[in-house]
């Protein structure tokens, strides 16, 4: 389970972004985390409460997770479309020539003090 080692780096940088800001309580972390990521949410919610509660400044800390839709864009026709839905081939033109543009990502969007 990846989960809980990327748990620690967000915990890591949680706390290093309340220091600079003099916080002493963070009441939510806001995470965007990409339907292809590999990142399972409710994996990631779970081990954020069992490390949060061993912080006295993360304490009680929620985390919330928005997911960010896969999309692929096809090199030949220009066109968007769903990655889960079509995978790497274009539904448009048939080609396999695209790529990712959104959806892998597992970043912080907003700590709520």
Request: proline share 3%; with cysteine; charged share 25%.
């Amino acid at each position: 389970m990846h989960e809980l080692g990327i748990v620690f780096y967000i915990v890591k940088d949680v706390k290093q972004v309340a220091e600079e800001n003099h916080v002493e309580h963070v009441s939510s972390v806001v995470m965007d985390i990409g339907e292809v990521s590999t990142v399972v949410p409710h994996l990631l919610t779970d081990c954020w409460r069992w490390a949060a509660d061993k912080e006295d400044l993360l304490r009680g800390c929620e985390m919330k997770v928005n997911t960010i839709p896969a999309v692929t864009i096809c090199g030949d026709c220009q066109k968007e479309y769903e990655t889960v839905k079509f995978g790497k081939i274009c539904p448009y033109c048939n080609s396999k020539n695209t790529w990712l543009l959104q959806g892998n990502e597992v970043e912080i969007n907003s700590i709520i003090v």
